[in-house]
T-cell receptor
Framework: DAMVIQNPRYQVTQFGKPVTLSCSQTLNHNVMYWYQQKSSQAPKLLFHYYDKDFNNEADTPDNFQSRRPNTSFCFLDIRSPGLGDAAMYLC?????????????FGPGTRLLVL | RKEVEQDPGPFNVPEGATVAFNCTYSNSASQSFFWYRQDCRKEPKLLMSVYSSGNEDGRFTAQLNRASQYISLLIRDSKLSDSATYLCVVGGATNKLIFGTGTLLAVQP
């Protein structure tokens, strides 16, 4: 059974049109992460939540926001998508934030911006 | 300098070959190290953690050299199903994972 679920798997949006990507988990993990992976590049952490505490990476653009209404769900909002935001967006979870905690990844949402 | 650097690849090897990937990391304070596997257009999946003493899982052997800040992955008796991108990953503070750009392995029949 899927443990980290991302919807939709593919998302097409128009330049400047807000879009929301969804992630849910059945692991009851405390931490949820959002990564951006562009073609032929490494996944790059955008931000993470430890419970309700939001932790933004210093170089994450303001255009990217996140919400975590409860333990199970986390959303990535892109307020005004640009062509450069086309990428795979990966959600991951872990029990905690100590080093060596395994992160479990969802299948990703591939975003296309027209 | 990138925080995690890997062999650029791609590696094209015949079935049954032994192949080794190397990785270096810049933060000497890093404490956790992993190899992830990523298939085309799929999510990264943990292949194995890497421990100071080195560890083996079937055909896969990982080594860590803290003094040289160097991690390796050895795959013996390559299978067609091993074809994928192998990501070297270093764990930082608050479990932040720093990914290398990956090395593409193509095992040929």
């Amino acid at each position: 059974d899927a443990m980290v679920i991302q919807n939709p798997r593919y998302q097409v949006t128009q330049f400047g049109k807000p879009v929301t990507l969804s992630c849910s988990q059945t692991l009851n993990h405390n931490v949820m992460y959002w990564y951006q992976q562009k073609s032929s590049q490494a996944p790059k952490l955008l931000f993470h939540y430890y419970d309700k505490d939001f932790n933004n990476e210093a170089d994450t653009p303001d255009n990217f926001q996140s919400r975590r209404p409860n333990t199970s769900f986390c959303f990535l909002d892109i307020r005004s998508p640009g062509l450069g935001d086309a990428a795979m967006y990966l959600c991951a979870t872990s029990r905690g934030t100590t080093e060596a905690e395994t992160q479990y990844f969802g299948p990703g949402t591939r975003l296309l911006v027209l | 300098r990138k925080e995690v650097e890997q062999d650029p690849g791609p590696f094209n090897v015949p079935e049954g070959a032994t192949v080794a990937f190397n990785c270096t990391y810049s933060n000497s304070a890093s404490q956790s190290f992993f190899w992830y596997r990523q298939d085309c257009r799929k999510e990264p999946k943990l292949l194995m953690s890497v421990y100071s003493s080195g560890n083996e899982d079937g055909r896969f052997t990982a080594q860590l050299n803290r003094a040289s800040q160097y991690i390796s992955l050895l795959i013996r008796d390559s299978k067609l199903s091993d074809s994928a991108t192998y990501l070297c990953v270093v764990g930082g503070a608050t479990n932040k994972l720093i990914f290398g750009t990956g090395t593409l392995l193509a095992v040929q029949p």
